[in-house]
């Protein structure tokens, strides 16, 4: 009987072991060679062992930096799973290297994270950043001899804060300019909104601009008080015209701009006044989930109060940069050279990005509309890569407005 009722177990004995067998095998292949994602699991266990046995070593007043720093990390939007802790026994080092999104200056942030040692035995030892300020590196010593030493890195991510200041820039008058300026514009790599007339060279140059990765705006010919140009004088809105008519009127303004994202008004003084106009532009262009930005807007506009009624994304321009090229050339054609005058373009143009650039830290976001000049394309090819390091984030227009139609 014994020998019967061990029969089975035998059996399935010699079942498992294939299976068994196999697990050791999958457990070895494992060990030698693992998976990235197994990588990084050892990595983040080491980290938390070497975490412990630091904070065993040096006690509480290392600990409270170390959440301080940790805690500023957070206000910054830093996850702990992309900060990388090393400790080194024999130099009795702690390295922290934290990528820190853009939106604050790298002198802010190192001056809130300078702070981490007050209340503690710790002080800055020594601070070092490169010119380019990509990078910076505190230091953190004790004045309690064999405490371990803190060595803090912190580079700029490719991402931005949440909170960070938005400006959006609308470039308009592409299609009058040279060639090699208007390649050169829809080849920054920016995410600007280009503004385009309702004319037949639109279409091709709208597919273009939206090949570049770049947003289309639509320029509204509307009726104005003041005198009005005869460009567009067939396509104008004009408040006298029946309903049926503006609304033909703007499907052939759209069908010359296709892939716009927004619409502002080209004129419009008195347009921008009329109730039963804007209602049908609205209504029309809600249809095709368009945004409106307002230009020029006179004191009895009823665009805002329309747009929160129907639910239109709206926003106000900002700010003007007019073109340098004209005004200067004008003005200072003979006495100045050729150089000089391209000189002073340049300058003008900077001077109005960074004033507009500080309005945006203040405010929060901002929108401007800058006319194309080569005295433009080459201001930004300068200041942009400076923007984003001091806080400014480019957007399109289309990205400061949240899912009600409010501006961000």
Do not use: W
Not at 132 to 151: K, L, N
Not at 236 to 251: E, G, V
Not at 276 to 284: K, L, N, P, Q
Request: aromatic residues 6%; glycine residues 6%.
């Amino acid at each position: 009987m014994s020998l019967s009722r061990r029969r089975p177990t035998c059996v399935r004995l010699r079942k498992l072991l294939p299976i068994i067998a196999v697990l050791i095998i999958g457990g070895v292949v494992a060990y030698f060679f693992p998976s990235g994602y197994y990588r990084k699991a050892g990595n983040a266990l080491l980290m938390r062992l070497e975490s412990k046995k630091t904070r065993a070593a040096t006690g509480s007043a290392r600990s409270l930096l170390e959440n301080t720093i940790r805690d500023h990390l957070h206000q910054i939007e830093v996850p702990d799973s992309t900060v990388d802790y090393r400790f080194f026994p024999a130099d009795s080092v702690l390295e922290i290297h934290a990528a820190i999104p853009m939106g604050k200056p790298m002198a802010v942030v190192v001056h809130g994270f300078s702070g981490a040692a007050a209340g503690t035995p710790y002080h800055v030892d020594d601070c070092f950043c490169p010119t380019d300020e990509h990078q910076c590196t505190i230091r953190f010593v004790s004045s309690v001899p064999g405490q371990t030493a803190v060595v803090l890195t912190i580079t700029h991510a490719s991402r931005f804060l949440s909170s960070a200041a938005k400006m959006a820039i609308v470039i308009t008058g592409i299609t009058a300019v040279a060639g090699d300026i208007r390649d050169g514009l829809l080849s920054l790599h920016a995410p600007l909104t280009i503004a385009l007339l309702p004319a037949p060279a639109s279409t091709v140059q709208a597919k273009r601009i939206a090949a570049e990765h770049k947003e289309v705006l639509l320029l509204l010919p509307m009726e104005s008080s003041t005198q009005m140009r005869d460009d567009f004088r067939n396509l104008r809105l004009m408040i006298h015209y029946p309903d049926a008519k503006l609304r033909s009127l703007m499907h052939c303004s759209m069908t010359m701009v296709p892939r716009f994202a927004g619409f502002s008004n080209l004129g419009g003084s008195r347009a921008l006044e009329d109730s039963r106009v804007m209602t049908i532009v609205f209504s029309e262009m809600n249809k095709q989930h368009a945004y409106f930005l307002e230009r020029a807007a006179t004191h009895n506009s009823v665009a805002a109060t329309l747009a929160e009624q129907l639910a239109m994304p709206y926003a106000a321009i900002d700010g003007i940069i007019d073109s340098a090229d004209d005004s200067i050339c004008r003005g200072a054609a003979r006495t100045l050279s050729t150089t000089k005058i391209r000189s002073t373009q340049v300058s003008a143009a900077r001077e109005l990005l960074i004033r507009y650039a500080l309005d945006a830290r203040k405010r929060g976001k901002i929108i401007i509309v800058a006319q194309a000049s080569g005295g433009l394309l080459r201001a930004l090819r300068r200041e942009l890569p400076l923007f984003e390091h001091s806080g400014i984030k480019l957007s399109f227009v289309s990205r400061l407005f949240d899912t009600t139609g409010e501006p961000r």
